[in-house]
């Protein structure tokens, strides 16, 4: 056993580390159960003795949802609903893409050599250094000075006119996301022999199986990994949201956001730990998923 | 059999360009004819262009000159997928996501076997190669004997006409490697299947093979069978590769028919009854070749007989021989006496000792100068 492993400095450290990555994650769940509507002081459970919500002031009194009154006022309010659908298409559809296109410049980059590689390779790490918000300022100059040009050129008016929405905000994690697949495949494809491809070939197979039935199933927890690090990535992005996002494209966080701008009421907390649950769920059946699978590997 | 050749290497050649933009031939003119049925080995040290060349007859890599022939068949840029061969890679390269029974029925399923065949077919090849009962494991829960045998099971169910092996054994411990080479053998003759074996080890070469191709620098040095290649090596590179030798330059003083006089500068004496190859003429600079356990002890010196006197300069017991340094005017050869009677016995050579060697005209090869 290390002779440190009981100082005193590092069970403080670990204590600080803990404390500041949850207590606020901690807090935040709890408020979300608070009677006080202004959510500036904890101010008890709500009880649910009656089958309609009284409020005495800022203070719930009683709601038939009880300690989930806010999580039963949350579901009533369609623009949640909305943002959060809109999210979820988002996020989806942008991850789909983006594993697809950051897997196969990872195969790329991976075993052919070409002119351009070095740069393509360093092309891939300037998306994730640059700040978020002039990558934001960027895509929106592009999107902007883009549609106006093919407005005009295509006399677009009224609703064909090309606008910020629900494509702009796509293109634009599938835009940052790449990156984050490719690196995670890549790391992935590191330990990946090509004989395993050359025996597949060796025994009959030619490259489309030899990837669908070799390379994909080898590589697919790498694979994985990558699409729920964008997906959760995309799911929290606020910045190039923010810069992309048009009518009917508001989404969970650009919709928070508002919230906060006026008052800030235990909804949001409700949201929040909504969504934390959501994701933490994903995050548990991946790591299961993969457990298993290095099981059966070892 | 359309072809007397299973395989055959035409004049290959093979460039690579290093990283630093530089242009090397790992395959340098390469011809090679493998027999049907033929237990045929490349033999060299890494970098020597061995396995660059059997990935050239598996389609792995593409010949810059010359062309490679299965059957008889030029190949040109036939992807692996279409070639009749099959390999035995040095990692194994099992697929870690299928058990063992889907990675020897990978072949049968990318030929659309019938599903009834592919279990009979699949069953048989982990018979043959006693893994019976192991087809529900991972690869990672076998041995490294036992993937070895699936590997070898996944490329014999396809019954190709030609196996390839690149260095099949590298990974296993000697005394499985020296079973497993018993094992490969017998397997070999039993399917009458031709085998290209590619391997660093001269043992396991000499104990395998029907022919061996010696390669060094991306060139073939010698073509020949075991006992060839060992008493009768062409050049000095082979009888230094294989097995131990002991080297006297000299030049061919007289020449009759078959045999010469050899002056040895070193030693400044002459052998005498040498037989010698074609090509040589009188004044020729040689190299005079004897291997270790072809020189004899002897107590007494016999003029005319090739037999001169030194001093021991050591003497190394390891068991089955004893092997004595012998100082001839300030030369060491290497001998290597068998231990006939146990050494309790009779004495070891002590060093300072002195000795007559015996150096028979028929063991002493004479080598052109490279």
Same mark, same amino acid.
């Given at each position: 056993?290390?002779?440190?492993?009981? !100082?005193? *400095?590092? +069970?403080?450290?670990? #204590?600080? #580390?803990?404390?500041? =990555?949850?207590?606020?994650?901690?807090?935040?769940?709890?408020?979300?159960?608070?009677?006080?509507?202004?959510?500036?002081?904890?101010?008890?459970? +709500?009880?649910?003795? !009656?089958?309609?919500?009284?409020?005495?002031?800022?203070?719930?009194?009683? !709601?038939?949802?009880?300690?989930?009154?806010?999580?039963?006022?949350?579901? @009533?309010?369609? /623009?949640?609903?909305?943002?959060?659908?809109?999210?979820?298409?988002?996020?989806?559809?942008?991850?789909?893409?983006?594993?697809?296109?950051?897997?196969?410049?990872?195969?790329?980059?991976?075993?052919?050599?070409?002119?351009?590689?070095?740069?393509?390779?360093?092309?891939?790490?300037?998306?994730?250094?640059?700040?978020?918000?002039?990558?934001?300022?960027?895509?929106?100059?592009?999107?902007?000075?883009?549609?106006?040009?093919?407005?005009?050129?295509?006399?677009?008016?009224? /609703?064909?006119?090309?606008?910020?929405?629900?494509?702009? *905000?796509?293109?634009?994690?599938?835009?940052?996301?790449?990156?984050?697949?490719?690196?995670?495949?890549?790391?992935?494809?590191?330990?990946?022999?090509?004989?395993?491809?050359?025996?597949?070939?060796?025994?009959?197979? &030619?490259?489309?199986?030899?990837?669908?039935?070799?390379?994909?199933?080898?590589?697919?927890?790498?694979?994985?990994?990558?699409?729920?690090?964008?997906?959760?990535?995309?799911?929290?992005?606020?910045?190039?949201?923010? $810069?992309? &996002?048009?009518?009917?494209?508001?989404?969970?966080?650009?919709?928070?956001?508002?919230? =906060?701008?006026?008052?800030?009421?235990?909804?949001?907390?409700?949201?929040?730990?909504?969504?934390?649950?959501?994701?933490?769920?994903?995050?548990?059946?991946?790591?299961?998923?993969?457990?298993?699978?290095?099981?059966?590997?070892? | 059999?359309?072809?007397?050749?299973?395989?055959?290497?035409?004049?290959?050649?093979?460039?690579?360009?290093?990283?630093?933009?530089?242009?090397?031939?790992?395959?340098?003119?390469?011809?090679?004819?493998?027999?049907?049925?033929?237990?045929?080995?490349?033999?060299?040290? !890494?970098?020597?262009?061995?396995?660059?060349?059997?990935?050239?007859?598996?389609?792995?890599?593409?010949?810059?000159?010359?062309?490679?022939?299965?059957?008889?068949?030029?190949?040109?840029?036939?992807?692996?997928?279409?070639?009749?061969? &099959?390999?035995?890679?040095?990692?194994?390269?099992?697929?870690?996501?299928?058990?063992?029974?889907?990675?020897?029925?990978?072949?049968?399923?990318?030929?659309?076997?019938?599903?009834?065949?592919? @279990?009979?077919?699949?069953?048989?090849?982990?018979?043959?190669?006693?893994?019976?009962?192991?087809?529900?494991?991972?690869?990672?829960?076998?041995?490294?004997?036992?993937?070895?045998?699936?590997?070898?099971?996944?490329?014999? *169910?396809?019954?190709?006409?030609?196996?390839?092996?690149?260095?099949?054994?590298?990974?296993?411990?000697?005394?499985?490697?020296?079973?497993?080479?018993?094992?490969?053998?017998?397997?070999?003759?039993?399917?009458?299947?031709?085998?290209?074996?590619?391997?660093? /080890?001269?043992?396991?070469?000499?104990?395998?093979?029907?022919?061996?191709?010696?390669?060094?620098?991306?060139?073939?040095?010698?073509?020949?069978?075991?006992?060839?290649?060992?008493?009768?090596?062409?050049?000095?590179?082979?009888?230094?590769?294989?097995?131990?030798?002991?080297?006297?330059?000299?030049?061919?003083?007289?020449?009759?028919?078959?045999?010469?006089?050899? $002056?040895?500068?070193?030693?400044?004496?002459?052998?005498?009854?040498?037989?010698?190859?074609?090509?040589?003429?009188?004044?020729?600079?040689?190299?005079?070749?004897?291997?270790?356990?072809?020189?004899?002890?002897?107590?007494?010196?016999?003029? &005319?007989?090739?037999?001169?006197?030194?001093?021991?300069?050591?003497?190394?017991?390891?068991?089955?021989?004893?092997?004595?340094?012998?100082?001839?005017?300030?030369?060491?050869?290497?001998?290597?006496?068998?231990?006939?009677?146990?050494?309790?016995?009779? @004495?070891?050579?002590?060093?300072?000792?002195?000795?007559?060697?015996?150096?028979?005209?028929?063991?002493?090869?004479?080598?052109?100068? /490279?």
């Amino acid at each position: 056993m290390s002779p440190f492993r009981r !100082s005193p *400095v590092i +069970i403080a450290a670990t #204590v600080f #580390v803990y404390f500041f =990555l949850y207590a606020p994650i901690v807090g935040l769940i709890l408020y979300s159960f608070n009677a006080s509507r202004t959510n500036v002081t904890f101010e008890g459970f +709500i009880p649910a003795y !009656s089958n309609r919500v009284v409020m005495d002031g800022s203070l719930v009194v009683s !709601s038939p949802c009880g300690p989930f009154h806010w999580y039963c006022d949350l579901a @009533k309010n369609d /623009d949640v609903t909305e943002a959060a659908g809109n999210t979820l298409t988002i996020a989806f559809t942008a991850t789909i893409i983006a594993t697809v296109v950051g897997t196969m410049s990872a195969l790329a980059l991976q075993r052919y050599n070409f002119k351009m590689k070095p740069f393509s390779q360093l092309s891939l790490y300037i998306p994730i250094v640059i700040p978020e918000i002039v990558m934001g300022i960027g895509i929106l100059t592009l999107f902007s000075q883009l549609f106006g040009w093919i407005n005009q050129v295509l006399n677009l008016n009224g /609703d064909a006119r090309l606008a910020l929405g629900m494509a702009t *905000v796509t293109v634009s994690h599938i835009a940052f996301m790449i990156p984050f697949v490719t690196l995670v495949v890549q790391a992935r494809l590191q330990g990946f022999d090509k004989s395993y491809e050359e025996a597949a070939m060796d025994l009959g197979a &030619n490259e489309w199986t030899t990837f669908r039935r070799v390379t994909f199933p080898m590589i697919l927890p790498g694979i994985l990994s990558g699409a729920l690090l964008a997906f959760t990535l995309s799911l929290d992005d606020f910045v190039i949201t923010f $810069f992309t &996002n048009g009518p009917g494209s508001t989404t969970l966080p650009i919709y928070v956001y508002g919230l =906060l701008r006026r008052t800030i009421t235990p909804q949001v907390n409700a949201l929040s730990t909504v969504w934390i649950l959501v994701v933490f769920v994903a995050i548990f059946l991946l790591q299961i998923f993969q457990n298993r699978n290095s099981t059966q590997h070892s | 059999m359309t072809s007397e050749f299973a395989v055959e290497m035409r004049d290959v050649v093979k460039k690579f360009i290093t990283p630093e933009g530089h242009e090397i031939s790992a395959v340098d003119h390469v011809t090679m004819q493998i027999k049907n049925g033929e237990f045929f080995s490349m033999l060299g040290s !890494s970098g020597c262009g061995k396995t660059t060349s059997l990935r050239m007859v598996a389609g792995f890599e593409w010949t810059t000159e010359g062309e490679v022939f299965i059957e008889g068949k030029p190949m040109g840029h036939i992807p692996p997928f279409q070639r009749k061969v &099959n390999t035995v890679f040095q990692s194994y390269a099992l697929f870690q996501h299928l058990t063992v029974f889907q990675n020897v029925a990978f072949g049968l399923e990318m030929e659309h076997v019938e599903k009834e065949e592919i @279990k009979q077919r699949v069953g048989r090849a982990l018979e043959m190669v006693q893994l019976t009962g192991m087809d529900r494991r991972k690869p990672k829960q076998l041995s490294g004997g036992q993937q070895q045998r699936v590997a070898l099971a996944r490329a014999l *169910v396809k019954t190709p006409e030609v196996l390839l092996l690149d260095e099949p054994l590298g990974a296993l411990d000697l005394k499985l490697r020296k079973e497993m080479q018993l094992e490969l053998k017998a397997l070999q003759q039993q399917l009458g299947i031709t085998f290209i074996y590619v391997t660093h /080890d001269q043992e396991e070469a000499l104990a395998m093979s029907d022919r061996i191709a010696v390669m060094s620098h991306g060139r073939v040095q010698q073509i020949g069978s075991p006992v060839e290649v060992y008493e009768r090596p062409v050049n000095k590179f082979v009888a230094d590769f294989i097995g131990e030798s002991n080297f006297l330059e000299g030049r061919i003083n007289s020449i009759s028919e078959s045999e010469a006089k050899v $002056f040895i500068h070193s030693l400044n004496v002459e052998l005498i009854g040498i037989p010698i190859s074609e090509g040589l003429v009188n004044g020729d600079e040689v190299t005079v070749c004897i291997r270790p356990e072809k020189i004899r002890i002897v107590e007494e010196d016999i003029p &005319n007989q090739n037999i001169f006197c030194g001093k021991v300069a050591n003497t190394v017991y390891i068991g089955a021989d004893t092997h004595v340094f012998v100082n001839l005017y300030g030369i060491k050869l290497k001998v290597w006496e068998q231990n006939f009677i146990s050494r309790l016995h009779s @004495k070891l050579y002590a060093v300072g000792q002195d000795v007559c060697l015996a150096l028979a005209p028929e063991n002493t090869l004479v080598l052109k100068k /490279d």
